[in-house]
């Protein structure tokens, strides 16, 4: 009999991970990994596909429903509060093809279909996968990009808007922690940028992934922050000297 990785319990796998990322770290420290790039001056909130093909149940993309429920959306919100109240630009990423027949040479799905369902992924009105999930849906003036590889980066203007209006931190949160929010946050590294991984408002539809990829994020990529850490620096970094 099959066990639903989505509903079986992981909680003696995430334990044996934390004892063995407990003793992994300190290698890592000890080697002069680990270091934090620390909060900048201008801060944006990107959230990374969170749409609603993989915050609401039934797809075949879905996450992780009780850690999008119970912490992602709500952190989310938190965040976006936050950043809106202290006019700090807020950016939504979400995935979507315009021409999802894969044997047509015209179409923008490249080759992942291979590896990836992504004929779900119509940009059309009637099609609400791609669309951010209305909990944490864009105001009026706020920037919706669509990607179409894992990273936020990756073929969009994401890296020419954010230095067009001195972003210098990112805080990153999204889904999947082990593919689009890895590789947004090694992008923005890559791209200059200071990439801060929302801990609790990261997602993936195996709990593990999301606890390794933390962990090697935190190691080697970008920092791993609360969202409490991250609330406190939006409410408080128009008041700093730094």
Not at 8 to 18: G, N, R
Not at 153 to 162: P, V
Not at 211 to 240: H, P, W
Request: charge should be negative; include cysteine; proline fraction near 5%.
């Amino acid at each position: 009999m099959s066990v639903d990785p989505m509903t079986q319990d992981w909680s003696e796998v995430e334990a044996a991970l934390e004892k063995a990322f407990s003793a992994a770290m300190q290698l890592y420290t000890e080697r002069g990994f680990a270091g934090q790039f620390g909060f900048g001056r201008r801060p944006a909130v990107v959230t990374i596909d969170l749409a609603n093909a993989w915050t609401r149940p039934g797809n075949v993309f879905t996450c992780d429903q009780r850690k999008m429920n119970e912490e992602i959306i709500p952190g989310v919100q938190r965040l976006q509060k936050a950043a809106r109240a202290n006019g700090h630009p807020v950016i939504h990423v979400t995935t979507a093809y315009q021409n999802t027949n894969p044997k047509d040479p015209n179409s923008d799905l490249g080759i992942w279909p291979a590896k990836s369902p992504l004929l779900e992924m119509k940009q059309s009105d009637d099609n609400e996968l791609w669309k951010i999930d209305s909990r944490i849906a864009p105001i009026d003036g706020e920037r919706v990009i669509i990607k179409k590889n894992a990273s936020g980066f990756a073929g969009t203007d994401l890296h020419n808007y954010l230095t067009s209006i001195g972003v210098d931190t990112v805080l990153i949160t999204g889904v999947t922690a082990s593919c689009c929010v890895r590789a947004t946050v090694q992008d923005a590294l890559a791209n200059g940028f200071r990439p801060v991984a929302v801990k609790e408002c990261v997602g993936d539809r195996i709990p593990a992934a999301v606890q390794y990829n933390l962990f090697d994020i935190n190691a080697k990529l970008g920092d791993v922050r609360t969202v409490d850490e991250c609330v406190d620096y939006l409410s408080t970094i128009n008041m700093r000297n730094i």
